[in-house]
């Protein structure tokens, strides 16, 4: 059956789910949704419309997929618009899916805005469906890459979408993202840091919500007898009625990040700013940086040890290693509970409810 590579779209989001798409009504696209039955929100400008696409995807942790689309184009006002909204969920890693109009062929020196070269800075991936035929490859693609390794925004740039093509020629079939774990010996050395330590420190950031390893964050806390502080944006990664709970921001997060002398990072870019720590006298302590990305290892810090993986794989490999080791090899620590919640009750006032411990500690 012959359709156009618009319609192909449409009928290709709903095949992955997508039950809305946010939008500023100008990209070519959108017509194709409305006839394809699937709701179209509409926004004040085209900076909105990547920045609620960007929250549901935050509030599903990447589970369900936000997409949105813009003005593209020659002289592209609503990309440029966009850019900012772009801008923001590339740098906190959340992936979102934007469709925009493509410069048609022949037209790439009308128009000052160079708009590949602008939007490959925002995004994982910049995709130009040149030719109709196509559309099933790029769309596998996308999904592929907002499913897979670090979260972030992709781009796909429709010049024609009223060019047609064979649907039957290349069927679409939904696509699965994939993961890996860590190698081996990274985390046995990593484990051999953890247990030397002497203030040991689990800092948790927004990578552990993605991967759906909250749990497992959990039992590698309660076995090593670690205290953990998490990233702002991961809040709620980690139990806050815990015993081992210091928190997310206050005086007890600072003082805790400044006696460590091991900080065992997990899922965090470790980049320094509003919503994240700063590691005081970096150079002084041991890092253990436990991420999906090599790109954040040695970023900021100076790493010890690093084990690259998705952080659910990571933390199952780490708390299997760490159970393999003598009980005498963890240090004992068991006032580290009564530390921590005496450090926050001074602060803040007791924490309603209690968690309590699963495991004996070591």
């Known amino acids: ?13 709903k095949q992955e789910g997508v039950e809305w798409v946010s939008t500023f009504p100008v990209c070519r696209v959108n017509n194709a949704l409305g006839r394809e039955g699937i709701p179209i929100l509409m926004m004040r400008d085209d900076r909105y419309a990547v920045a609620v696409a960007d929250a549901f995807s935050r509030i599903t942790a990447g589970r369900q997929i936000g997409v949105c689309t813009f003005q593209g184009g020659v002289n592209a006002a609503g990309m440029q618009y966009a850019y900012a909204g772009m801008a923001q969920a590339f740098e906190d890693g959340s992936p979102v899916l934007c469709i925009t109009d493509g410069i048609p062929a022949g037209s790439s020196e009308n128009t000052q805005f160079d708009v590949f070269r602008s939007m490959t800075t925002v995004s994982k991936w910049f ?3 040149d030719r109709p035929e196509r559309v099933p490859e790029f769309m596998r693609r996308a999904f592929t890459l907002l499913r897979s390794g670090r979260p972030g925004p992709v781009i796909l740039a429709v010049p024609d979408p009223t060019g047609t093509y064979d649907e039957t020629a290349d069927p679409y079939t939904p696509v699965k993202g994939w993961k ?11 484990i051999d840091l953890l247990t030397q330590a002497q203030k040991p420190l689990i800092y948790a950031g927004e990578g552990v919500i993605y991967a759906g390893a909250s749990e497992e964050l959990v039992s590698l806390a309660e076995m090593a007898n ?8 991961a809040k709620g990664a980690f139990p806050e009625n815990h ?10 997060v ?4 400044n006696d460590s002398d091991l900080i065992f990072a997990v899922g965090t870019s470790l980049s320094p700013g509003r919503f994240s720590h700063r590691i005081p006298n970096a150079v002084g302590k041991t890092i253990v940086h436990c991420d999906v990305d090599d790109l954040h290892i040695n970023k900021v ?16 490999a780490l708390t299997e290693e ?6 005498q090899s963890v240090r004992a620590r068991e006032d580290v509970a009564l530390e921590v919640r005496n450090e926050r009750d001074a602060r803040d006032g007791p924490v309603p409810g209690s968690y309590g411990l699963r495991r004996q500690a070591h």
């Open 1 to 13: 059956m012959t359709i156009d590579a618009a319609t192909g779209i449409a009928r290709i989001l």
């Open 127 to 129: 995709g130009y469906i």
């Open 180 to 190: 890996h774990g860590p190698a081996r010996e990274d985390v046995g050395m990593a």
């Open 226 to 233: 670690a205290p953990v502080v998490t990233t702002l944006k």
């Open 243 to 252: 015993p081992l709970f210091v928190g997310v921001r206050g005086g007890q």
């Open 254 to 257: 600072t003082n805790y990040l």
């Open 301 to 316: 810090y100076p790493t010890a040890q690093a084990v690259i993986g998705d952080a659910r794989q990571s933390l199952q």
């Open 322 to 327: 760490l159970s393999t080791r003598p009980v």
